[in-house]
Nanobody
Framework: QVQLVESGGGLVQAGGSLRLSCVAS????????MGWFRQAPGKEREFVVA????????YYADSVKGRFTISRDNVKNTVYLQMNSLKPEDTAVYYC????????????????????WGQGTQVTVSS
């Protein structure tokens, strides 16, 4: 089992920044590729970004490319999501997810590929 706890969400004006954190516990963090997903009110959950277990491979959704940056610290068992130039359409509950893999460079976009999920953190961007 892996437990994931997100933090860092909040209310910010358009153009502002937030940094989300997701702390993992329970298993060897470096054995898991990580992803961030989000779900806006009335919409399905969508992929935001994924990072491989080594951190060497990253894939962003087009909607956040150039504005969001994912990183991970395998010593602190934490994955981060730096969100800059936020837009009202970024308003959503943000979830981190973990996927066990033996491949150092593997990243996946599909929800079904992930084994563990956090409880989510709310991000609200006002116009």
């Amino acid at each position: 089992q892996v437990q994931l706890v997100e933090s860092g969400g909040g209310l910010v004006q358009a153009g502002g920044s937030l940094r989300l954190s997701c702390v993992a516990s329970g298993r060897t963090f470096s054995g898991y590729a990580m992803g961030w997903f989000r779900q806006a009110p009335g919409k399905e959950r969508e992929f935001v970004v994924a990072i491989s277990r080594s951190g060497g491979s990253i894939y962003y959704a087009d909607s956040v490319k150039g504005r969001f940056t994912i990183s991970r610290d395998n010593v602190k068992n934490t994955v981060y999501l730096q969100m800059n130039s936020l837009k009202p359409e970024d308003t959503a509950v943000y979830y981190c997810a973990a996927r066990g893999t033996t491949f150092n460079t593997s990243v996946r976009l599909e929800e079904r590929s992930y084994d563990y999920w956090g409880q989510g953190t709310q991000v609200t961007v006002s116009s």
